[in-house]
């Protein structure tokens, strides 16, 4: 039993040495000074600063090879089966697994939480999800469930083929949402995943337009895991670092969620997902074959009910195709930033075959910014 005390000892001490690192002290680029866009940010810049939004997360670092984990997304606290939410899904490039989306493109609406973790794990994610929907009071007479799963790949430091979430780690993310702030980084399924060269994480942000009396709010989370230089606010950070980049670096996949309190039909929500992009692009030199990038975006502004009698239902006065404009600069802007904050809030992590991702250097990214006058 000698051997076994001793391997246990060692895993004890990779498991604090990347405790030991995640806490250090890890800032976003605005509270360093690097500011992105012109609109407001919410209280939090959040996705949780869209009312009734929860996120949660379920972190798993095992041993010196699992670096995964699962995040959910939740439109509200309810029964999201019998009170749907609208919304839409916009493919940047397909090469990718997204579970949901013949269903939420075809209606125009969202049933479940969403549900985010790696490549490999989507097949249980779904029949996590299934499971969790069926057990919900008030569902006993539901025979058919859409789940809504997305991933990245995080096979480079996490052993993916190992097949380490279980359904049980996808019902402690559901179970754990909350409203307020939202870790980033290192957790849930940002736990093993890399971005323009450096180490990628959940990131999240948000932004508020008003038009008249109203104001609303767009906030949006990424899982990062693509990508190849680094630019930021117009600035070639990633080339004045000089980054060695591998083989590896040149996949990989984001997934983009947003939500919003402005009342948008699906096709809006789908424009709005489509411009996602726009931000998407504005923090890299250029994407790939194997990048599966992906925005699923939907409204809290109404519900669809499930199951009623009536023959119609009524929906609040939506917004005007003529009045998005800002709400396209809003996730323009929130996307952007949402990228930014995964990689500063994220920490260098080793993992499977001793591979490492270094954490963006916010230090030398401050030297870059002020070069540039930024």
């Given amino acids: 039993m000698k051997w076994f005390r001793i391997v246990l000892i060692i895993n004890l001490l990779v498991f604090a040495g990347f405790l030991s690192v995640a806490a250090q002290k890890r800032q976003r680029p605005r ?10 940010t919410g209280p939090l810049n959040a996705i949780t600063d869209v009312a ?13 090879s699992v670096r995964t984990g699962v995040t959910a997304i ?5 029964n999201l089966f ?11 490039n ?23 973790t790696n490549t490999l794990s989507v097949g249980t994610a779904v029949t996590a999800v299934v499971e969790y929907t069926l057990q919900q009071p008030g ?17 480079y430091l996490n052993d993916i083929r190992g097949l380490h979430v279980s359904r049980k780690d996808v019902w402690q993310a559901i179970a754990g949402a909350t409203v307020g702030p939202v870790k980033e980084g290192c957790v849930g399924a940002g736990t093993g995943t890399r971005a323009l060269g450096y180490k990628g994480g959940i990131g999240t942000a948000s932004r508020q337009v008003a038009f008249g009396n109203s104001l609303y709010t767009v906030g949006v989370l990424v899982q990062t895991n693509f990508g190849s230089e680094l630019v930021m606010i117009g600035v070639p950070v990633g080339k004045e670092l000089r980054q060695q980049r591998t083989e ?19 096709g809006n929500l789908k424009r709005l997902a489509h411009r996602a992009f726009i931000g998407m692009g504005r923090t890299t030199t250029r994407t790939s074959n194997g990048s599966g990038d992906y925005a699923i975006a939907f409204s809290t502004a109404y519900r669809i009910p499930h199951g009623r009698t009536e023959h119609t239902h009524t929906l609040p006065p939506l917004l005007k195709n003529d009045r998005m404009t800002p709400l396209f600069q809003a996730v323009e802007e929130a996307t952007e930033e949402a990228i930014y904050n995964s990689l ?4 260098t992590t080793t993992g499977r075959n001793g591979h490492r991702a270094e954490a963006v250097p916010a230090d030398r990214v401050l030297e870059v910014m002020n070069k540039y006058g930024r």
């Fill in 248 to 266: 590896e670096d040149r996949g990989g996949s984001c997934m983009i969620i947003i939500a919003t309190d402005a009342p948008l039909s699906a």
């Fill in 31 to 40: 509270e360093l000074g690097i500011i992105t866009g012109t609109l407001p």
């Fill in 139 to 155: 569902n006993e007479e539901v025979r058919s469930v859409n789940a809504v799963v997305g991933e990245t790949n995080d096979g």
């Fill in 52 to 64: 009734g939004v929860r996120v949660g997360h379920t972190t798993l670092v095992k041993g010196d």
């Fill in 344 to 347: 500063f809030m994220a920490v």
């Fill in 94 to 116: 397909g090469f990718g697994k997204l579970a949901g989306y013949t269903q939420v493109k075809e209606l125009g609406n969202m049933e479940t939480p969403i549900i985010l």
């Fill in 82 to 92: 019998m009170e749907k939410v609208p919304a839409a899904m916009y493919v940047f």
């Fill in 74 to 78: 939740l439109p509200h606290g309810d």
